[in-house]
């Protein structure tokens, strides 16, 4: 949905995900010949989200089978997230069921398209979106969010109180629980800053960063485990997101708390391996193996860390002991068969 005045044609950026770079240039070029000049481009939903973390986006269309993160799991993360959830998005797809249209309905698609797309169809998918008028409530109900957020940073809290607690009464919203939760946090009133984060990530549960301000205040509280499971929740929404800063943050955050949190470090060698930052993903993984000596995973992600930083026999040892472990675990396996023929 387009609020009124919206950028023209020349400003809107489109972000066009594709596995295949052909169907990319195409997209693009019919984007191009309806008046539309600014693109970012990605092959898959990771790439996809990163670009959205860094710039801002007006409109997406994507595929759906993609490696990686395909359309739908980036559709998922783009509508719980607290600042995209308005982008409008625009699948393409091989073939349509019901359980697709159903599921990519639930999380706000504006429209799914059979591949291959043609140059009217797409324009007319894109115009009767751009068309489409906010309504007389939403419109009401953004100003006022507006308001209330300016209110805030001025440090007028019962003035944006006011104007949240009105905009409850419209409907509820995960976003507006979690701006009173960050007021009331301010004011020192940790309990009702706990119950407004609370009704955030009940409306949202993908709701990183409330976790992560809930988690601050049962900090504030002395309530360090209440804080370590926040943090470790907000930890793994992050990770899903790619936002792997904050994701090592919060796992951090938790691991001071509890050392003993194996799943934290698992989650950490996963980051690190992502950066190719090897050596801290090896630490972070024979961590996990001190607190669980018997978990075949945290062996099977060891090895393939030190395969990674060509630490061949280490590697071959690891996926051995994984294999001990768990005698079905047919991808160390198979990662030893690969190193056994030299891969």
Known sequence: M??????GKDKLVFLVVHNRAVQRAKLIEMLSAMGFKNFEKASDGAVAFNILKRRTIDFIISG????QMNGLALLKVVSADELLYRIPFIIIAQTIDKEMVVEAGKRGVAAILVDPVSPAELEAKVAGIFEQPVDDETEMFEDMFSDAKKLTEQGNYDKALAVYKKMLQLHESAEVYYNIGYIKTSQ???NEAIIAFRKAVMINNLHAMAY???AEVYLKKDDPHEAEKCFEKAGDIFLARNMDNEAEAAFNKVLE?????VNVYNSLGIIYRKQNKYDKAIDAYEAALKVDPEDENIYYNLGRAMLENKQIKKAKKAFERALAIDPSFD???RMLQAIDVGF
């Open 257 to 261: 708390l509890n050392p003993n949190t």
């Open 2 to 7: 387009v609020k009124k005045g919206s950028p």
């Open 188 to 190: 020192g009133k940790h």
């Open 64 to 67: 759906w089978d993609m490696p």
């Open 212 to 214: 992560k301000s809930m």
């Open 331 to 333: 991808e160390a396996r």
